[in-house]
């Protein structure tokens, strides 16, 4: 998933409002920042190089110490001790730890394939990137609009006000993200639009991922946090 694991940090900071929504934001896609973080560390490389030329099924690395099944018992920890003493509460520890967990078991449904630790061990999940992309962008947007749908509908039970064009900016990031992924799924920039072969430097993919990541971080964590509450609450 991409834009999908945000939807659960907005929920988990709904919850426990004491914990920072960055926190959780970073929590919800731990395993992809440090898929980005293993790349440069030389541990997961990623492929194709050209982020023109990549698909969402084309898109090849072998993730494993960012994501699969028994690095998962770390990242999970390690979440969890830094939300249980940053915030001195245990129960922000667990729900951080929770979106960690919550990441790598919609992956398995939504993603590209993992194993327990290393590809000649046991395949875990579908790989639906790999064999049913489109599949797999229909699972995400089911579980942004359920998600977001329920997000929203425990906001008004709290009395808190949005106004239409703050509900708007969050709602279209997210169409965005699965937009996105239906424009790459199987055809590449490079063949929708003939654009030819360059290097100029700003068409890496990885660092463009890392861009796109930060950049729904942060747009998440400017527009969510403005809101008001009721009076009459």
């Given at each position: 998933?991409?834009?999908g694991?945000?939807?659960?940090a907005?929920?988990?900071?709904?919850?426990?409002?004491?914990?920072?929504?960055?926190y959780?934001?970073?929590?919800?896609?731990?395993?992809?920042?440090?898929?980005?973080t293993?790349?440069?560390?030389?541990?997961?490389?990623?492929?194709?190089s050209?982020?023109?030329?990549?698909?969402?099924?084309?898109?090849?690395?072998?993730?494993?110490?960012?994501?699969?099944?028994?690095?998962?018992?770390?990242?999970?920890?390690?979440?969890?001790?830094?939300?249980?003493?940053?915030?001195?509460?245990?129960?922000?520890?667990?729900a951080?730890?929770?979106?960690?967990?919550?990441?790598?078991?919609?992956?398995?449904?939504?993603?590209?394939?993992?194993?327990?630790?290393?590809?000649?061990?046991?395949?875990?999940?579908?790989?639906?990137?790999a064999?049913?992309?489109?599949?797999?962008?229909?699972?995400?947007?089911?579980?942004?609009?359920?998600?977001?749908?329920?997000?929203?509908?425990?906001?008004?039970?709290?009395?808190?006000?949005?106004?239409?064009k703050?509900?708007?900016?969050?709602?279209?990031?997210?169409?965005?993200?699965?937009?996105?992924?239906?424009?790459?799924?199987?055809?590449s920039?490079?063949?929708?639009?003939?654009?030819?072969?360059f290097?100029?430097?700003?068409?890496?993919?990885?660092?463009?991922?890392?861009?796109?990541?930060?950049?729904?971080?942060?747009?998440?964590?400017?527009?969510?946090?403005?809101?008001?509450?009721?009076s009459?609450?």
């Open positions: 998933m991409l834009a694991h945000y939807t659960t907005l929920i988990a900071h709904q919850k426990f409002p004491k914990g920072t929504l960055l959780f934001l970073i929590a919800s896609q731990l395993q992809d920042l440090l898929w980005f293993f790349h440069y560390l030389g541990l997961e490389r990623t492929e194709p050209d982020v023109f030329d990549t698909t969402l099924n084309s898109l090849v690395v072998d993730m494993l110490y960012s994501h699969d099944l028994l690095p998962q018992i770390f990242w999970v920890f390690l979440i969890f001790l830094i939300g249980k003493f940053v915030f001195k509460n245990t129960k922000i520890g667990l951080g730890a929770a979106l960690v967990i919550g990441h790598f078991v919609l992956d398995l449904f939504s993603g590209h394939p993992h194993h327990i630790f290393g590809a000649e061990t046991q395949a875990i999940g579908l790989g639906n990137y064999t049913n992309v489109f599949g797999a962008i229909g699972i995400e947007a089911a579980f942004c609009v359920i998600t977001l749908w329920y997000f929203f509908r425990q906001e008004a039970k709290n009395s808190v006000q949005r106004t239409t703050n509900k708007a900016a969050i709602i279209g990031l997210f169409v965005f993200g699965i937009a996105f992924m239906l424009t790459i799924a199987t055809t920039f490079r063949e929708l639009f003939g654009i030819p072969e290097d100029m430097g700003f068409n890496s993919n990885v660092p463009t991922l890392i861009l796109t990541y930060l950049g729904m971080i942060f747009y998440l964590n400017y527009f969510v946090p403005k809101y008001k509450v009721s009459n609450a």
